[in-house]
Protein backbone atom coordinates (compact mmCIF):
# COMPACT_ATOMS: atom_id res chain seq x y z
CA UNK A 1 0.00 0.00 0.00
CA UNK A 2 1.27 3.48 -0.79
CA UNK A 3 2.49 5.98 1.19
CA UNK A 4 -0.84 8.23 0.79
CA UNK A 5 -2.50 5.55 1.58
CA UNK A 6 -2.00 4.86 4.84
CA UNK A 7 -1.14 8.15 5.89
CA UNK A 8 -3.93 10.84 6.37
CA UNK A 9 -4.00 14.31 4.79
CA UNK A 10 -3.86 17.51 6.47
CA UNK A 11 -7.43 17.48 5.88
CA UNK A 12 -8.06 14.62 7.56
CA UNK A 13 -6.24 15.11 10.38
CA UNK A 14 -7.27 18.66 11.13
CA UNK A 15 -11.44 17.30 10.67
CA UNK A 16 -10.67 14.32 13.06
CA UNK A 17 -9.30 16.76 15.30
CA UNK A 18 -11.94 19.17 15.19
CA UNK A 19 -14.66 16.38 16.35
CA UNK A 20 -12.61 14.95 18.80
CA UNK A 21 -12.30 19.07 20.17
CA UNK A 22 -16.12 19.34 19.50
CA UNK A 23 -16.91 15.86 21.75
CA UNK A 24 -14.39 16.96 24.25
CA UNK A 25 -15.88 20.63 24.40
CA UNK A 26 -19.96 19.47 24.47
CA UNK A 27 -18.72 17.42 27.71
CA UNK A 28 -16.65 20.21 29.02
CA UNK A 29 -19.68 22.69 28.66
CA UNK A 30 -22.59 20.37 30.31
CA UNK A 31 -20.19 19.11 32.95
CA UNK A 32 -19.78 23.42 33.93
CA UNK A 33 -22.93 23.82 34.07
CA UNK A 34 -24.35 20.93 35.76
CA UNK A 35 -21.72 22.19 38.93
CA UNK A 36 -23.25 25.11 39.52
CA UNK A 37 -26.56 23.25 40.35
CA UNK A 38 -27.12 20.43 43.19
CA UNK A 39 -25.87 17.58 42.07
CA UNK A 40 -28.40 15.02 40.77
CA UNK A 41 -29.92 13.01 43.09
CA UNK A 42 -32.53 11.53 40.25
CA UNK A 43 -31.41 8.43 37.93
CA UNK A 44 -33.84 10.82 35.47
CA UNK A 45 -30.85 13.34 35.90
CA UNK A 46 -28.40 11.16 34.54
CA UNK A 47 -30.26 10.13 31.88
CA UNK A 48 -30.87 13.45 30.37
CA UNK A 49 -27.15 13.88 30.40
CA UNK A 50 -27.03 10.63 28.49
CA UNK A 51 -29.83 11.63 25.84
CA UNK A 52 -27.30 15.15 26.05
CA UNK A 53 -24.36 13.32 25.02
CA UNK A 54 -25.87 10.26 22.73
CA UNK A 55 -27.68 13.23 20.32
CA UNK A 56 -25.13 15.77 20.28
CA UNK A 57 -21.53 13.32 20.71
CA UNK A 58 -23.56 10.53 18.37
CA UNK A 59 -23.69 12.80 15.68
CA UNK A 60 -19.71 13.51 16.02
CA UNK A 61 -19.02 10.44 15.81
CA UNK A 62 -20.93 9.71 12.54
CA UNK A 63 -19.31 12.09 11.05
CA UNK A 64 -15.54 10.31 12.36
CA UNK A 65 -17.34 7.44 10.85
CA UNK A 66 -18.11 9.08 6.94
CA UNK A 67 -14.19 10.05 6.85
CA UNK A 68 -13.10 6.21 7.89
CA UNK A 69 -15.57 5.47 5.03
CA UNK A 70 -14.09 7.90 2.53
CA UNK A 71 -10.82 6.53 3.18
CA UNK A 72 -11.84 3.05 2.74
CA UNK A 73 -13.46 3.85 -0.35
CA UNK A 74 -10.14 5.47 -1.07
CA UNK A 75 -7.57 2.58 -0.44
CA UNK A 76 -10.31 0.52 -2.59
CA UNK A 77 -9.98 2.76 -5.86
CA UNK A 78 -6.06 3.19 -5.07
CA UNK A 79 -5.48 -0.95 -5.00
CA UNK A 80 -7.97 -1.27 -8.08
CA UNK A 81 -5.73 1.57 -9.70
CA UNK A 82 -2.66 -0.29 -8.80
CA UNK A 83 -4.04 -4.00 -9.82
CA UNK A 84 -5.30 -2.51 -13.40
CA UNK A 85 -1.62 -0.75 -14.17
CA UNK A 86 0.24 -3.87 -12.88
CA UNK A 87 -2.06 -5.77 -15.28
CA UNK A 88 -1.72 -3.32 -18.21
CA UNK A 89 2.42 -3.66 -17.49
CA UNK A 90 1.89 -7.60 -17.50
CA UNK A 91 -0.17 -7.17 -21.14
CA UNK A 92 2.49 -5.02 -22.46
CA UNK A 93 5.69 -7.02 -21.32
CA UNK A 94 3.77 -10.03 -22.46
CA UNK A 95 3.27 -8.82 -25.65
CA UNK A 96 7.10 -6.78 -25.50
CA UNK A 97 8.34 -9.75 -25.30
CA UNK A 98 6.65 -11.89 -27.94
CA UNK A 99 7.29 -9.42 -30.31
CA UNK A 100 10.83 -9.31 -29.30
CA UNK A 101 11.22 -13.77 -29.84
CA UNK A 102 9.17 -12.57 -33.11
CA UNK A 103 12.17 -10.35 -34.02
CA UNK A 104 14.96 -12.83 -33.10
CA UNK A 105 13.09 -15.83 -35.27
CA UNK A 106 12.81 -13.20 -38.72
CA UNK A 107 16.70 -13.10 -38.37
CA UNK A 108 17.50 -16.65 -37.84
CA UNK A 109 15.21 -17.50 -40.65
CA UNK A 110 16.31 -14.31 -42.63
CA UNK A 111 18.34 -15.88 -45.89
CA UNK A 112 20.17 -14.53 -49.30
CA UNK A 113 21.84 -16.47 -52.30
CA UNK A 114 25.21 -14.87 -52.84
CA UNK A 115 27.70 -15.38 -55.92
CA UNK A 116 31.36 -16.94 -54.82
CA UNK A 117 34.38 -15.55 -56.71
CA UNK A 118 34.24 -18.60 -59.16
CA UNK A 119 30.70 -17.53 -60.35
CA UNK A 120 29.19 -20.60 -57.91
CA UNK A 121 25.77 -19.63 -55.97
CA UNK A 122 25.91 -20.01 -52.24
CA UNK A 123 22.85 -19.25 -49.74
CA UNK A 124 23.86 -17.49 -46.05
CA UNK A 125 21.07 -17.34 -43.35
CA UNK A 126 20.57 -15.40 -40.32
CA UNK A 127 23.60 -13.29 -38.46
CA UNK A 128 26.02 -14.56 -41.48
CA UNK A 129 23.59 -13.11 -43.84
CA UNK A 130 23.79 -9.77 -41.93
CA UNK A 131 27.28 -9.48 -42.00
CA UNK A 132 27.65 -9.73 -45.86
CA UNK A 133 24.84 -7.08 -46.10
CA UNK A 134 27.31 -4.78 -43.77
CA UNK A 135 30.48 -5.62 -45.27
CA UNK A 136 28.65 -5.01 -49.00
CA UNK A 137 27.13 -1.61 -47.60
CA UNK A 138 30.14 -0.56 -46.13
CA UNK A 139 32.05 -0.74 -49.39
CA UNK A 140 29.01 1.05 -51.11
CA UNK A 141 29.41 3.51 -48.78
CA UNK A 142 32.96 4.47 -49.18
CA UNK A 143 32.15 6.32 -52.55
CA UNK A 144 31.18 8.90 -50.36
CA UNK A 145 34.54 9.37 -48.91
CA UNK A 146 36.37 10.52 -52.28
CA UNK A 147 33.77 13.78 -51.45
CA UNK A 148 34.83 14.59 -47.69
CA UNK A 149 33.32 17.91 -48.27
CA UNK A 150 29.95 16.06 -48.77
CA UNK A 151 30.41 14.50 -45.02
CA UNK A 152 29.21 17.56 -42.88
CA UNK A 153 25.19 18.63 -41.71
CA UNK A 154 24.96 21.33 -43.69
CA UNK A 155 24.86 19.27 -47.11
CA UNK A 156 22.58 16.75 -45.14
CA UNK A 157 19.59 17.05 -48.37
CA UNK A 158 22.17 16.03 -50.46
CA UNK A 159 23.62 13.06 -48.40
CA UNK A 160 19.69 12.14 -47.67
CA UNK A 161 20.10 11.46 -51.92
CA UNK A 162 23.29 10.15 -52.19
CA UNK A 163 22.75 7.82 -49.26
CA UNK A 164 19.54 6.38 -50.25
CA UNK A 165 20.77 5.51 -53.80
CA UNK A 166 23.67 3.74 -52.22
CA UNK A 167 21.40 1.82 -50.42
CA UNK A 168 18.63 0.88 -52.59
CA UNK A 169 20.33 -1.12 -54.84
CA UNK A 170 21.73 -3.50 -52.19
CA UNK A 171 17.78 -3.46 -50.23
CA UNK A 172 16.21 -4.21 -53.91
CA UNK A 173 17.93 -7.75 -54.50
CA UNK A 174 16.87 -8.88 -50.97
CA UNK A 175 13.64 -6.91 -50.79
CA UNK A 176 11.92 -9.44 -49.40
CA UNK A 177 14.28 -10.17 -46.50
CA UNK A 178 14.92 -7.00 -45.41
CA UNK A 179 11.58 -5.35 -45.61
CA UNK A 180 10.48 -8.10 -43.45
CA UNK A 181 13.06 -7.47 -41.02
CA UNK A 182 12.98 -3.83 -40.74
CA UNK A 183 9.08 -3.50 -40.86
CA UNK A 184 8.70 -5.91 -37.85
CA UNK A 185 11.61 -3.98 -36.03
CA UNK A 186 9.66 -0.58 -36.53
CA UNK A 187 6.78 -1.58 -34.78
CA UNK A 188 8.38 -3.51 -32.42
CA UNK A 189 9.59 0.09 -31.69
CA UNK A 190 6.85 1.97 -32.35
CA UNK A 191 4.97 -0.37 -30.14
CA UNK A 192 7.21 0.58 -27.09
CA UNK A 193 6.61 4.21 -28.12
CA UNK A 194 2.55 4.06 -28.22
CA UNK A 195 2.34 2.02 -24.77
CA UNK A 196 4.97 2.99 -22.49
CA UNK A 197 5.09 6.30 -20.73
CA UNK A 198 7.70 5.83 -18.42
CA UNK A 199 10.45 2.92 -18.50
CA UNK A 200 10.45 3.18 -22.93
CA UNK A 201 13.92 3.66 -23.10
CA UNK A 202 15.05 0.36 -21.13
CA UNK A 203 12.61 -1.68 -22.74
CA UNK A 204 14.20 -0.15 -26.33
CA UNK A 205 17.52 -0.94 -24.93
CA UNK A 206 16.46 -4.36 -24.62
CA UNK A 207 15.78 -4.79 -28.61
CA UNK A 208 19.17 -2.94 -29.21
CA UNK A 209 20.87 -5.15 -26.98
CA UNK A 210 19.40 -8.20 -28.74
CA UNK A 211 21.27 -7.17 -32.22
CA UNK A 212 24.54 -7.67 -33.65
CA UNK A 213 26.78 -4.71 -34.87
CA UNK A 214 25.98 -5.77 -38.21
CA UNK A 215 22.45 -5.22 -37.88
CA UNK A 216 22.69 -1.88 -36.00
CA UNK A 217 25.15 -0.79 -38.64
CA UNK A 218 22.16 -1.82 -41.38
CA UNK A 219 19.02 -0.49 -39.42
CA UNK A 220 21.12 2.96 -39.08
CA UNK A 221 21.44 3.58 -43.04
CA UNK A 222 17.73 1.81 -43.35
CA UNK A 223 16.71 4.50 -40.98
CA UNK A 224 18.71 7.25 -43.27
CA UNK A 225 17.21 5.89 -46.72
CA UNK A 226 13.61 7.12 -47.99
CA UNK A 227 11.94 4.02 -46.49
CA UNK A 228 12.55 4.99 -42.92
CA UNK A 229 13.75 8.04 -42.69
CA UNK A 230 10.30 9.99 -42.24
CA UNK A 231 9.13 7.54 -39.73
CA UNK A 232 11.79 5.22 -38.25
CA UNK A 233 14.28 7.51 -38.18
CA UNK A 234 12.73 9.78 -35.48
CA UNK A 235 12.26 6.68 -33.64
CA UNK A 236 15.94 5.58 -33.50
CA UNK A 237 16.92 9.18 -32.77
CA UNK A 238 14.41 9.32 -30.09
CA UNK A 239 16.36 6.35 -28.42
CA UNK A 240 19.62 6.58 -29.09
CA UNK A 241 19.35 3.64 -30.86
CA UNK A 242 22.93 3.42 -32.16
CA UNK A 243 24.74 4.57 -28.71
CA UNK A 244 26.61 1.52 -28.32
CA UNK A 245 27.65 0.82 -32.02
CA UNK A 246 31.00 0.42 -32.82
CA UNK A 247 32.51 0.64 -36.24
CA UNK A 248 36.11 1.40 -37.16
CA UNK A 249 37.05 4.92 -37.89
CA UNK A 250 37.46 4.93 -41.56
CA UNK A 251 34.21 3.54 -41.77
CA UNK A 252 32.14 6.55 -43.51
CA UNK A 253 29.11 5.15 -41.14
CA UNK A 254 31.00 7.12 -38.77
CA UNK A 255 30.20 9.96 -40.14
CA UNK A 256 26.44 9.58 -41.11
CA UNK A 257 25.45 8.69 -38.24
CA UNK A 258 26.95 11.48 -36.42
CA UNK A 259 25.32 13.42 -38.77
CA UNK A 260 21.68 11.99 -39.16
CA UNK A 261 21.32 11.01 -35.43
CA UNK A 262 22.96 13.74 -33.70
CA UNK A 263 21.73 13.32 -30.59
CA UNK A 264 23.18 9.80 -29.82
CA UNK A 265 26.16 9.69 -27.55
CA UNK A 266 28.24 6.35 -29.50
CA UNK A 267 30.40 5.13 -27.19
CA UNK A 268 33.61 2.99 -27.79
CA UNK A 269 35.65 0.76 -25.74
CA UNK A 270 37.23 3.42 -24.68
CA UNK A 271 34.60 5.99 -23.73
CA UNK A 272 32.93 3.06 -21.80
CA UNK A 273 35.34 3.38 -18.92
CA UNK A 274 35.00 7.41 -17.98
CA UNK A 275 37.27 6.82 -14.79
CA UNK A 276 39.56 9.44 -14.89
CA UNK A 277 39.17 13.03 -13.20
CA UNK A 278 41.43 15.75 -15.31
CA UNK A 279 42.93 17.98 -12.62
CA UNK A 280 44.84 20.91 -14.59
CA UNK A 281 46.21 23.84 -13.42
CA UNK A 282 50.08 25.41 -13.74
CA UNK A 283 52.54 24.14 -11.54
CA UNK A 284 52.49 25.01 -8.03
CA UNK A 285 49.05 25.52 -8.10
CA UNK A 286 47.91 23.32 -4.99
CA UNK A 287 47.16 20.03 -7.10
CA UNK A 288 48.23 17.95 -4.21
CA UNK A 289 45.90 20.21 -1.93
CA UNK A 290 43.04 19.54 -3.54
CA UNK A 291 43.87 15.42 -4.45
CA UNK A 292 44.38 15.27 -0.47
CA UNK A 293 41.50 17.38 0.44
CA UNK A 294 39.18 15.41 -2.12
CA UNK A 295 40.67 11.48 -1.15
CA UNK A 296 39.48 12.17 2.42
CA UNK A 297 35.74 12.30 0.93
CA UNK A 298 36.63 9.25 -1.24
CA UNK A 299 40.13 7.13 -0.45
CA UNK A 300 39.41 4.99 -3.39
CA UNK A 301 40.15 6.76 -6.01
CA UNK A 302 43.75 7.04 -7.27
CA UNK A 303 46.14 9.56 -8.23
CA UNK A 304 48.64 9.83 -11.15
CA UNK A 305 50.59 12.09 -12.20
CA UNK A 306 51.81 13.29 -15.37
CA UNK A 307 55.53 13.61 -13.89
CA UNK A 308 55.57 11.00 -12.11
CA UNK A 309 54.16 9.01 -15.29
CA UNK A 310 56.87 10.56 -17.17
CA UNK A 311 59.40 9.93 -14.96
CA UNK A 312 60.85 12.77 -15.24
CA UNK A 313 64.84 12.78 -14.21
CA UNK A 314 64.29 15.90 -12.25
CA UNK A 315 60.93 16.91 -11.43
CA UNK A 316 61.83 20.32 -10.10
CA UNK A 317 62.80 21.29 -13.60
CA UNK A 318 59.40 22.95 -15.22
CA UNK A 319 60.96 23.37 -18.76
CA UNK A 320 60.41 20.28 -21.23
CA UNK A 321 62.96 19.36 -23.97
CA UNK A 322 60.35 18.10 -26.45
CA UNK A 323 56.12 18.82 -25.44
CA UNK A 324 54.88 16.25 -28.01
CA UNK A 325 57.96 13.71 -27.34
CA UNK A 326 56.44 13.81 -23.51
CA UNK A 327 53.15 13.65 -24.47
CA UNK A 328 53.67 10.64 -26.28
CA UNK A 329 55.33 8.65 -23.53
CA UNK A 330 52.77 10.45 -20.86
CA UNK A 331 49.82 8.03 -23.36
CA UNK A 332 51.93 4.57 -23.24
CA UNK A 333 52.49 5.19 -19.21
CA UNK A 334 48.70 5.58 -18.66
CA UNK A 335 47.99 2.43 -20.99
CA UNK A 336 50.30 0.24 -19.05
CA UNK A 337 48.93 1.70 -15.46
CA UNK A 338 45.30 2.46 -16.14
CA UNK A 339 42.81 -0.24 -14.47
CA UNK A 340 39.45 0.48 -16.02
CA UNK A 341 37.58 -0.85 -12.75
CA UNK A 342 39.08 1.71 -10.61
CA UNK A 343 38.61 5.64 -10.41
CA UNK A 344 41.06 7.70 -10.83
CA UNK A 345 42.78 11.79 -10.70
CA UNK A 346 45.02 12.27 -13.51
CA UNK A 347 46.75 15.42 -12.74
CA UNK A 348 48.36 17.36 -15.66
CA UNK A 349 48.65 20.64 -17.54
CA UNK A 350 47.38 22.36 -20.99
CA UNK A 351 50.12 24.02 -21.60
CA UNK A 352 53.74 23.50 -20.57
CA UNK A 353 56.58 25.75 -20.98
CA UNK A 354 59.61 24.67 -23.49
CA UNK A 355 63.62 25.56 -22.49
CA UNK A 356 63.49 28.72 -24.15
CA UNK A 357 60.68 29.73 -21.66
CA UNK A 358 57.92 29.55 -24.27
CA UNK A 359 54.12 28.84 -23.57
CA UNK A 360 53.59 25.21 -25.32
CA UNK A 361 49.85 24.23 -25.65
CA UNK A 362 49.37 20.54 -24.98
CA UNK A 363 47.99 18.43 -27.95
CA UNK A 364 43.98 18.35 -27.07
CA UNK A 365 44.15 14.75 -28.36
CA UNK A 366 46.22 13.23 -25.80
CA UNK A 367 44.02 14.82 -23.00
CA UNK A 368 40.82 13.80 -25.27
CA UNK A 369 42.51 9.97 -25.13
CA UNK A 370 41.94 9.74 -21.38
CA UNK A 371 38.48 10.03 -21.66
CA UNK A 372 38.17 12.04 -18.73
CA UNK A 373 34.61 12.30 -17.07
CA UNK A 374 35.08 15.85 -16.07
CA UNK A 375 37.76 18.89 -16.06
CA UNK A 376 38.97 20.36 -12.80
CA UNK A 377 40.87 23.26 -13.17
CA UNK A 378 42.70 24.97 -10.21
CA UNK A 379 43.57 28.42 -10.14
CA UNK A 380 45.58 30.63 -7.52
CA UNK A 381 47.60 34.22 -7.41
CA UNK A 382 50.66 34.12 -9.18
CA UNK A 383 52.42 35.56 -6.77
CA UNK A 384 51.59 32.72 -4.25
CA UNK A 385 52.47 30.32 -6.91
CA UNK A 386 55.95 32.37 -7.67
CA UNK A 387 56.75 31.95 -4.27
CA UNK A 388 55.76 28.10 -3.65
CA UNK A 389 58.09 27.85 -6.62
CA UNK A 390 60.85 29.34 -5.36
CA UNK A 391 60.99 27.65 -2.13
CA UNK A 392 60.37 24.33 -3.38
CA UNK A 393 61.74 24.22 -6.38
CA UNK A 394 64.34 27.09 -6.60
CA UNK A 395 63.40 28.51 -9.71
CA UNK A 396 62.76 32.34 -9.28
CA UNK A 397 60.16 32.98 -12.32
CA UNK A 398 58.99 36.05 -13.65
CA UNK A 399 55.64 36.76 -12.42
CA UNK A 400 54.54 38.30 -15.62
CA UNK A 401 55.73 34.50 -17.35
CA UNK A 402 53.37 33.02 -15.16
CA UNK A 403 50.34 34.97 -15.77
CA UNK A 404 50.47 34.34 -19.30
CA UNK A 405 51.00 30.66 -18.38
CA UNK A 406 47.64 31.17 -16.06
CA UNK A 407 46.24 32.69 -18.61
CA UNK A 408 47.03 30.25 -21.26
CA UNK A 409 45.97 27.47 -19.16
CA UNK A 410 42.69 28.46 -18.54
CA UNK A 411 41.84 29.73 -21.97
CA UNK A 412 42.75 26.21 -23.32
CA UNK A 413 41.02 24.62 -20.65
CA UNK A 414 37.86 26.49 -21.55
CA UNK A 415 37.97 25.40 -25.36
CA UNK A 416 38.51 21.90 -24.91
CA UNK A 417 35.71 21.59 -22.35
CA UNK A 418 33.69 23.21 -25.29
CA UNK A 419 35.45 21.29 -28.37
CA UNK A 420 34.95 17.82 -26.61
CA UNK A 421 31.41 18.71 -24.53
CA UNK A 422 33.68 17.97 -20.90
CA UNK A 423 31.97 19.24 -18.39
CA UNK A 424 34.67 21.73 -16.64
CA UNK A 425 35.31 23.21 -13.12
CA UNK A 426 37.15 26.22 -12.24
CA UNK A 427 38.09 25.71 -8.42
CA UNK A 428 39.91 28.74 -6.24
CA UNK A 429 41.51 27.98 -3.18
CA UNK A 430 38.99 27.32 -0.22
CA UNK A 431 36.31 26.21 -3.16
CA UNK A 432 37.81 22.77 -2.95
CA UNK A 433 34.32 21.57 -0.66
CA UNK A 434 32.10 23.04 -3.38
CA UNK A 435 32.37 19.39 -5.19
CA UNK A 436 32.71 17.02 -2.49
CA UNK A 437 29.31 15.23 -3.25
CA UNK A 438 30.56 14.99 -6.50
CA UNK A 439 33.69 13.43 -5.74
CA UNK A 440 32.06 10.99 -3.00
CA UNK A 441 29.39 9.62 -5.92
CA UNK A 442 32.61 8.63 -8.35
CA UNK A 443 34.17 7.52 -5.86
CA UNK A 444 31.82 5.27 -4.75
CA UNK A 445 30.58 4.04 -8.01
CA UNK A 446 33.75 1.81 -8.04
CA UNK A 447 33.35 0.22 -4.61
CA UNK A 448 32.41 -3.20 -4.46
Known sequence: ????????????????????????????????????????????DFGTFGDYVGGFVGTLVGL?????LYRTYKIQIDISSKQELKQQSQQFESAFFALLLQQRDILQNIKGDFINNDGTHRVEAGPKFMNILREELAMRLLELSYEPDLLVPEKINVLKVRVHSLYQDLFNIHVEQLGHYFRHLYHLIKFIDSHCDTNAKSYVDIVQAQ?????????????????GRKRFLPLLGKYKFFENLMIEDADVGND???????????????????????????????????????????????????????????????????????????????????????????????????????????????????????VILLTERVEVIHDRLLKRDGKDYDLALLSEMAAEEQELAEKFSE????????????EYNKIDAFVKEFGEEYLN
Open 256 to 374: LINIFYPYTKRKNVVMQSKNIIFIGGIHAVGKSTFTNHARKIAPNIELLSCSALLNWENPEDKEVEDVMSNQERLLSALNNVLDIDKPYFVDGHFCLLDQSHNIVPVDFAVIKSMNPRK
Open 211 to 227: MTTDELYLTAINGISHF
Open 64 to 68: ISIIF
Open 419 to 430: QYDVPLIILQPG
Open 1 to 44: MSKDVRNFSRIEIAGIIALILAILGSVIVYVVTLAKLPFAQESA
